[in-house]
Protein backbone atom coordinates (compact mmCIF):
# COMPACT_ATOMS: atom_id res chain seq x y z
CA UNK A 1 0.00 0.00 0.00
CA UNK A 2 2.80 2.01 0.92
CA UNK A 3 4.49 2.16 -2.27
CA UNK A 4 1.63 2.78 -4.20
CA UNK A 5 0.22 5.56 -2.49
CA UNK A 6 3.45 7.22 -3.01
CA UNK A 7 3.88 6.80 -6.65
CA UNK A 8 0.45 8.35 -7.21
CA UNK A 9 1.08 10.99 -5.03
CA UNK A 10 4.02 12.87 -6.85
CA UNK A 11 6.32 12.92 -4.34
CA UNK A 12 9.40 10.93 -5.43
CA UNK A 13 12.21 12.68 -6.52
CA UNK A 14 12.66 14.62 -9.37
CA UNK A 15 15.40 15.93 -11.49
CA UNK A 16 16.24 19.33 -10.17
CA UNK A 17 15.31 22.38 -11.40
CA UNK A 18 16.80 25.44 -12.59
CA UNK A 19 16.33 28.01 -10.95
CA UNK A 20 15.56 30.41 -13.68
CA UNK A 21 12.89 27.53 -15.08
CA UNK A 22 11.13 27.83 -11.51
CA UNK A 23 7.14 29.63 -11.83
CA UNK A 24 6.71 32.78 -9.75
CA UNK A 25 4.01 32.86 -7.17
CA UNK A 26 2.73 35.93 -5.12
CA UNK A 27 0.53 35.36 -1.78
CA UNK A 28 -2.36 37.71 -1.22
CA UNK A 29 -2.25 38.55 2.27
CA UNK A 30 0.14 37.88 4.97
CA UNK A 31 -1.94 36.49 7.91
CA UNK A 32 -0.89 33.62 9.42
CA UNK A 33 -1.10 31.10 6.94
CA UNK A 34 1.10 32.57 4.50
CA UNK A 35 3.65 33.65 7.05
CA UNK A 36 3.87 30.72 9.29
CA UNK A 37 3.00 28.07 6.37
CA UNK A 38 3.41 29.14 3.22
CA UNK A 39 6.40 31.08 3.05
CA UNK A 40 8.50 28.29 4.90
CA UNK A 41 6.78 25.81 2.51
CA UNK A 42 8.23 27.94 -0.51
CA UNK A 43 11.77 27.56 0.66
CA UNK A 44 11.17 23.39 0.37
CA UNK A 45 9.72 23.83 -2.98
CA UNK A 46 11.49 22.60 -6.51
CA UNK A 47 8.93 24.15 -9.16
CA UNK A 48 8.32 27.34 -7.47
CA UNK A 49 9.51 30.02 -6.00
CA UNK A 50 8.61 33.06 -3.60
CA UNK A 51 8.57 35.84 -6.20
CA UNK A 52 5.61 38.45 -4.92
CA UNK A 53 3.52 39.26 -2.18
CA UNK A 54 0.20 41.47 -1.93
CA UNK A 55 -0.05 43.38 1.64
CA UNK A 56 -1.80 46.44 3.11
CA UNK A 57 0.25 46.86 5.68
CA UNK A 58 3.68 48.70 4.56
CA UNK A 59 5.87 47.25 7.60
CA UNK A 60 5.13 43.66 6.67
CA UNK A 61 5.91 44.45 3.12
CA UNK A 62 9.05 45.69 4.78
CA UNK A 63 9.82 42.47 6.51
CA UNK A 64 8.98 40.42 3.98
CA UNK A 65 11.33 41.88 1.71
CA UNK A 66 13.88 41.24 3.56
CA UNK A 67 13.14 37.91 4.67
CA UNK A 68 12.97 36.92 1.53
CA UNK A 69 14.75 39.00 -0.43
CA UNK A 70 11.46 40.50 -2.54
CA UNK A 71 12.62 43.07 -4.81
CA UNK A 72 9.98 46.46 -4.61
CA UNK A 73 9.04 45.64 -7.70
CA UNK A 74 7.32 42.49 -6.88
CA UNK A 75 6.02 44.29 -3.93
CA UNK A 76 1.76 45.12 -4.27
CA UNK A 77 -1.08 46.49 -2.50
CA UNK A 78 -4.83 46.19 -2.61
CA UNK A 79 -5.19 49.61 -4.32
CA UNK A 80 -2.59 48.78 -6.87
CA UNK A 81 -3.27 45.10 -7.33
CA UNK A 82 -4.07 45.15 -10.96
CA UNK A 83 -1.25 46.26 -12.42
CA UNK A 84 0.44 42.75 -11.40
CA UNK A 85 -0.47 41.84 -14.79
CA UNK A 86 2.59 43.56 -16.06
CA UNK A 87 4.79 41.90 -14.14
CA UNK A 88 6.03 38.82 -15.95
CA UNK A 89 7.64 37.34 -12.59
CA UNK A 90 5.28 36.36 -11.45
CA UNK A 91 3.00 33.59 -12.71
CA UNK A 92 0.76 32.34 -10.20
CA UNK A 93 -1.59 33.89 -7.27
CA UNK A 94 -2.16 32.60 -4.18
CA UNK A 95 -5.58 33.68 -2.83
CA UNK A 96 -5.18 33.48 0.74
CA UNK A 97 -7.05 36.24 2.21
CA UNK A 98 -10.75 35.77 4.38
CA UNK A 99 -13.57 33.66 2.82
CA UNK A 100 -15.55 36.50 1.52
CA UNK A 101 -12.82 38.32 -0.93
CA UNK A 102 -11.33 34.69 -2.26
CA UNK A 103 -14.05 35.60 -5.56
CA UNK A 104 -13.12 38.74 -6.00
CA UNK A 105 -9.18 38.28 -5.99
CA UNK A 106 -9.58 35.81 -7.81
CA UNK A 107 -11.51 36.85 -10.21
CA UNK A 108 -9.00 40.28 -10.37
CA UNK A 109 -5.83 37.48 -10.44
CA UNK A 110 -7.30 35.58 -13.76
CA UNK A 111 -8.10 38.95 -15.40
CA UNK A 112 -4.12 40.04 -14.88
CA UNK A 113 -3.38 36.70 -16.84
CA UNK A 114 -2.21 34.67 -13.48
CA UNK A 115 -3.00 31.54 -12.57
CA UNK A 116 -4.71 30.98 -9.62
CA UNK A 117 -4.53 28.93 -6.32
CA UNK A 118 -7.29 30.08 -3.94
CA UNK A 119 -7.81 28.64 -0.38
CA UNK A 120 -10.18 26.99 1.16
CA UNK A 121 -13.40 27.30 1.78
CA UNK A 122 -13.59 28.61 -2.18
CA UNK A 123 -16.03 31.03 -1.98
CA UNK A 124 -18.90 32.25 -0.17
CA UNK A 125 -21.55 30.62 -2.47
CA UNK A 126 -22.01 28.55 -5.38
CA UNK A 127 -22.55 31.66 -7.48
CA UNK A 128 -19.30 33.11 -6.49
CA UNK A 129 -17.79 29.66 -7.35
CA UNK A 130 -19.04 29.37 -10.81
CA UNK A 131 -17.74 32.86 -11.98
CA UNK A 132 -14.76 31.80 -9.99
CA UNK A 133 -13.82 29.21 -12.62
CA UNK A 134 -15.44 31.50 -15.49
CA UNK A 135 -13.43 33.72 -15.28
CA UNK A 136 -9.95 31.42 -14.87
CA UNK A 137 -11.48 30.03 -18.37
CA UNK A 138 -11.83 32.97 -20.06
CA UNK A 139 -8.89 34.10 -19.32
CA UNK A 140 -7.08 30.98 -19.98
CA UNK A 141 -5.65 30.30 -16.87
CA UNK A 142 -6.00 27.75 -14.41
CA UNK A 143 -7.53 27.63 -10.82
CA UNK A 144 -6.82 24.88 -8.20
CA UNK A 145 -8.15 25.06 -4.52
CA UNK A 146 -6.21 24.88 -1.62
CA UNK A 147 -6.95 21.50 -0.88
CA UNK A 148 -3.76 20.28 0.61
CA UNK A 149 -4.33 17.03 1.54
CA UNK A 150 -5.42 15.32 -1.60
CA UNK A 151 -1.45 15.71 -2.03
CA UNK A 152 -0.77 13.71 1.35
CA UNK A 153 0.14 10.15 0.88
CA UNK A 154 -1.90 8.96 3.49
CA UNK A 155 -4.99 10.77 2.64
CA UNK A 156 -4.21 9.29 -1.02
CA UNK A 157 -4.40 5.99 0.09
CA UNK A 158 -7.84 6.94 1.45
CA UNK A 159 -8.62 7.78 -1.50
CA UNK A 160 -7.46 4.37 -3.21
CA UNK A 161 -9.50 2.15 -0.85
CA UNK A 162 -13.10 4.41 -1.51
CA UNK A 163 -11.81 3.77 -5.42
CA UNK A 164 -10.76 0.08 -5.46
CA UNK A 165 -12.77 -1.49 -2.10
CA UNK A 166 -10.46 -3.58 -0.59
CA UNK A 167 -12.94 -3.93 2.21
CA UNK A 168 -15.59 -4.13 0.73
CA UNK A 169 -18.49 -1.04 -0.08
CA UNK A 170 -17.73 1.55 2.54
CA UNK A 171 -20.98 1.76 4.85
CA UNK A 172 -20.53 4.73 7.17
CA UNK A 173 -18.19 7.41 8.06
CA UNK A 174 -17.40 9.68 11.18
CA UNK A 175 -15.61 12.78 10.71
CA UNK A 176 -15.04 15.68 13.17
CA UNK A 177 -12.21 18.79 12.62
CA UNK A 178 -12.55 21.69 15.15
CA UNK A 179 -10.52 23.87 17.56
CA UNK A 180 -11.40 26.44 19.99
CA UNK A 181 -11.90 30.16 18.65
CA UNK A 182 -11.63 32.89 21.50
CA UNK A 183 -10.40 36.06 19.50
CA UNK A 184 -13.39 38.03 19.83
CA UNK A 185 -12.11 40.51 17.14
CA UNK A 186 -11.26 37.71 14.73
CA UNK A 187 -12.93 37.78 11.05
CA UNK A 188 -13.63 34.21 11.53
CA UNK A 189 -16.18 35.78 13.93
CA UNK A 190 -18.00 37.47 11.18
CA UNK A 191 -20.61 36.50 8.82
CA UNK A 192 -19.37 39.74 7.10
CA UNK A 193 -16.50 37.72 6.03
CA UNK A 194 -17.45 34.80 5.90
CA UNK A 195 -16.80 33.28 9.23
CA UNK A 196 -17.78 30.46 11.04
CA UNK A 197 -17.23 27.00 12.08
CA UNK A 198 -18.37 25.12 8.88
CA UNK A 199 -17.28 27.41 6.68
CA UNK A 200 -13.76 26.63 7.85
CA UNK A 201 -13.07 23.67 9.63
CA UNK A 202 -16.21 22.13 8.57
CA UNK A 203 -15.13 21.78 5.37
CA UNK A 204 -12.60 19.64 6.41
CA UNK A 205 -15.10 17.17 7.55
CA UNK A 206 -17.08 17.51 4.58
CA UNK A 207 -13.81 16.69 2.44
CA UNK A 208 -12.86 13.79 4.52
CA UNK A 209 -16.69 12.35 4.00
CA UNK A 210 -16.46 12.98 0.11
CA UNK A 211 -12.87 11.42 -0.47
CA UNK A 212 -13.51 8.53 2.03
CA UNK A 213 -16.73 7.46 -0.28
CA UNK A 214 -15.44 8.59 -3.76
CA UNK A 215 -19.05 10.02 -3.73
CA UNK A 216 -21.40 12.64 -4.03
CA UNK A 217 -23.71 13.42 -1.33
CA UNK A 218 -27.60 12.85 -2.32
CA UNK A 219 -29.27 14.66 0.94
CA UNK A 220 -28.14 16.20 3.23
CA UNK A 221 -29.46 17.16 7.29
CA UNK A 222 -28.15 19.14 9.99
CA UNK A 223 -28.35 21.00 13.52
CA UNK A 224 -25.89 23.97 14.68
CA UNK A 225 -25.71 24.18 18.41
CA UNK A 226 -24.25 27.89 20.21
CA UNK A 227 -23.01 27.52 24.33
CA UNK A 228 -20.86 30.91 23.97
CA UNK A 229 -23.55 33.36 22.59
CA UNK A 230 -21.27 36.20 23.62
CA UNK A 231 -19.14 35.13 21.02
CA UNK A 232 -21.30 33.24 18.23
CA UNK A 233 -23.20 36.02 17.67
CA UNK A 234 -23.11 36.33 13.73
CA UNK A 235 -21.93 32.53 12.85
CA UNK A 236 -21.96 28.72 13.78
CA UNK A 237 -20.33 27.96 16.44
CA UNK A 238 -20.96 23.83 15.85
CA UNK A 239 -22.45 22.20 13.29
CA UNK A 240 -23.04 18.94 12.98
CA UNK A 241 -24.51 17.48 9.52
CA UNK A 242 -25.06 13.89 8.13
CA UNK A 243 -24.91 13.12 4.52
CA UNK A 244 -26.48 10.20 2.61
CA UNK A 245 -24.42 8.87 -0.42
CA UNK A 246 -25.84 6.97 -3.84
CA UNK A 247 -24.48 3.88 -2.10
CA UNK A 248 -26.13 3.94 0.83
CA UNK A 249 -23.42 4.96 2.64
CA UNK A 250 -24.04 7.20 5.29
CA UNK A 251 -21.48 10.18 7.00
CA UNK A 252 -21.75 11.99 10.28
CA UNK A 253 -19.63 14.86 10.40
CA UNK A 254 -19.06 17.20 12.81
CA UNK A 255 -17.72 20.85 13.35
CA UNK A 256 -16.66 23.61 16.12
CA UNK A 257 -15.23 26.02 17.40
CA UNK A 258 -15.29 25.39 20.70
CA UNK A 259 -13.91 21.43 20.86
CA UNK A 260 -11.01 20.20 19.87
CA UNK A 261 -10.86 17.70 17.51
CA UNK A 262 -9.37 15.73 14.41
CA UNK A 263 -10.47 12.54 13.00
CA UNK A 264 -11.81 10.52 10.46
CA UNK A 265 -13.24 6.98 11.08
CA UNK A 266 -14.44 5.09 7.73
CA UNK A 267 -16.28 1.79 8.35
CA UNK A 268 -16.59 -0.64 5.36
CA UNK A 269 -18.03 -4.22 5.12
CA UNK A 270 -14.97 -5.87 5.77
CA UNK A 271 -12.65 -3.96 7.99
CA UNK A 272 -12.03 0.00 8.29
CA UNK A 273 -9.82 3.01 8.31
CA UNK A 274 -9.48 5.70 10.99
CA UNK A 275 -6.80 8.85 10.73
CA UNK A 276 -6.52 10.73 13.86
CA UNK A 277 -5.37 13.68 12.94
CA UNK A 278 -6.41 13.59 9.59
CA UNK A 279 -6.07 17.40 8.27
CA UNK A 280 -3.18 18.43 10.39
CA UNK A 281 -0.06 20.52 8.99
CA UNK A 282 2.62 17.89 10.70
CA UNK A 283 1.56 14.72 9.35
CA UNK A 284 -1.33 12.37 8.92
CA UNK A 285 -1.96 9.32 12.03
CA UNK A 286 -3.69 6.12 10.50
CA UNK A 287 -4.61 2.79 10.44
CA UNK A 288 -6.75 -0.12 9.14
CA UNK A 289 -8.30 -3.15 9.93
CA UNK A 290 -5.00 -4.82 8.55
CA UNK A 291 -2.66 -2.51 10.40
CA UNK A 292 -0.83 1.00 10.25
CA UNK A 293 -0.56 3.27 7.51
CA UNK A 294 3.51 3.81 7.31
CA UNK A 295 3.71 6.52 4.76
CA UNK A 296 6.50 9.10 4.57
CA UNK A 297 5.57 12.98 6.10
CA UNK A 298 5.96 15.53 3.78
CA UNK A 299 5.06 19.01 3.66
CA UNK A 300 1.60 18.96 2.07
CA UNK A 301 2.22 22.85 1.09
CA UNK A 302 5.29 22.44 -0.87
CA UNK A 303 4.05 19.13 -2.81
CA UNK A 304 0.34 21.25 -3.30
CA UNK A 305 2.59 24.37 -4.98
CA UNK A 306 4.98 22.10 -6.61
CA UNK A 307 2.42 20.20 -8.33
CA UNK A 308 0.68 22.94 -9.54
CA UNK A 309 3.61 24.74 -11.01
CA UNK A 310 3.89 21.22 -12.68
CA UNK A 311 0.46 21.13 -13.94
CA UNK A 312 0.80 24.27 -15.50
CA UNK A 313 4.11 24.13 -17.44
CA UNK A 314 2.80 20.72 -18.65
CA UNK A 315 -0.82 22.16 -19.56
CA UNK A 316 -2.57 19.55 -17.91
CA UNK A 317 -5.37 19.09 -15.53
CA UNK A 318 -5.12 20.39 -11.76
CA UNK A 319 -5.97 17.51 -8.94
CA UNK A 320 -8.11 19.99 -7.35
CA UNK A 321 -9.37 22.19 -9.87
CA UNK A 322 -12.12 24.97 -9.05
CA UNK A 323 -15.06 22.51 -9.71
CA UNK A 324 -14.06 20.45 -7.05
CA UNK A 325 -14.41 23.66 -4.23
CA UNK A 326 -17.77 24.44 -6.08
CA UNK A 327 -18.74 20.69 -4.95
CA UNK A 328 -18.57 21.52 -1.65
CA UNK A 329 -19.95 24.79 -1.52
CA UNK A 330 -23.13 23.36 -2.86
CA UNK A 331 -23.30 20.90 0.03
CA UNK A 332 -22.25 23.74 2.69
CA UNK A 333 -24.96 25.58 1.08
CA UNK A 334 -27.70 23.20 1.69
CA UNK A 335 -26.25 22.23 4.95
CA UNK A 336 -27.32 26.25 6.02
CA UNK A 337 -30.74 25.89 4.32
CA UNK A 338 -31.13 22.35 6.50
CA UNK A 339 -30.25 24.62 9.70
CA UNK A 340 -32.71 27.51 8.66
CA UNK A 341 -35.52 24.48 8.25
CA UNK A 342 -35.27 23.10 11.53
CA UNK A 343 -32.77 20.46 10.73
CA UNK A 344 -35.30 19.30 7.44
CA UNK A 345 -33.82 16.76 4.80
CA UNK A 346 -32.33 18.56 1.75
CA UNK A 347 -31.79 16.93 -1.97
CA UNK A 348 -28.90 17.32 -2.88
CA UNK A 349 -30.16 16.03 -6.55
Known amino acids: MGAAAVSVSGTMPRPAVRPEER ?80 AEYTIRAAKAGKHVICEKPMALSVRECEQMIEACEQAGVKLSIGYRLHFEPTTQEVMRIAREKPFGNIQFVTAGAGYRESRADHWKLSKEYGGGAMMDMGVYSLQGARYSTGEEPIAVTAQTFVTRPDLFREVDETTTFQLEFPSGAVANCHTSFTANMNYLLVNAERGWVRLQPFSGYGGIKG ?17 QMDEVALCIKENRPMRVPGEEGLKDIKVVEAIFRSIQAGGARISLT
Open 23 to 102: LGIALVGLGYYSTDVLAPALQQTEQVYLAGIVTGTPEKAEEWSKKYNIPASNIYNYENFDSIADNPAIDIIYVVLPNSMH
Open 287 to 303: ETSQGPLNFPEINQQAA
